[in-house]
């Protein structure tokens, strides 16, 4: 049985509103960006905490408040839906296939997408925060298929590198660059 997996960000959700996060943060735009993805995989990976991650980037001590609404203003930023990718996904569903989704996110964001009903649908969700390993790392890849017993994925992500990591597992990788892209090609297969 063929699995499709899909990333979550720039794939499931539309581009980022980092936006509210910026205004909260009072920092410029590009400092906030360089400083929101400097440490971002260890975040990912569960290396960092909540609070040490938005210490660091902040270049601060945050108290548990401020912490509490960071990770939401993070969790609602990458929360608007791809909507021709939500048709895709449902679509597939509709016809029996199993789907899942393989994401870079701390377990606290992790935690916020899984509430969103369009996320709660898709019947296996693996998450490097809970998992301690990130994409592109073969490890997470091999953990996938270990978990769904088979190496016939299926795995979509607007990363090439990401697409080169399930490659070198195994597994079929395809760049995502749009749904009406997808779309064609799953039909394809």
């Not at 108290?63 to 969790?75: K, P």
């Not at 990401?162 to 297969?189: I, K, P, Y």
Request: charged residues 30%.
């Amino acid at each position: 049985m063929t699995w499709i997996v899909f990333d979550y960000g720039n794939v499931i959700s539309a581009d980022a509103d980092l936006w509210p996060l910026i205004g909260h943060t009072g920092l410029e735009p590009e400092r906030f960006h360089e400083a929101y993805w400097r440490r971002r995989l260890d975040y990912d990976r569960g290396d960092l905490d909540s609070w040490e991650y938005w210490s660091h980037t902040l270049d601060r001590d945050v108290d548990d408040d401020e912490v509490e609404r960071l990770v939401e203003l993070d969790i609602a930023a990458w929360s608007t839906p791809n909507e021709g990718t939500l048709a895709i996904l449902r679509e597939l569903q509709e016809r029996g296939t199993s789907v899942g989704l393989l994401s870079n996110a701390p377990a606290s964001t992790a935690d916020g997408w899984d509430r969103l009903p369009w996320i709660a649908a898709i019947e296996r969700r693996f998450y490097s925060g809970r998992l301690g390993m990130v994409k592109p790392d073969l490890e997470i890849f091999e953990h996938v298929a270990a978990e769904l017993g088979t190496k016939d994925i299926v795995f979509i992500d607007d990363r090439a590198d990401n697409v080169e990591g399930a490659n070198r597992a195994g597994l079929t990788g395809v760049l995502f660059t749009g749904a009406d892209q997808l779309r064609e090609h799953l039909s394809l297969m």
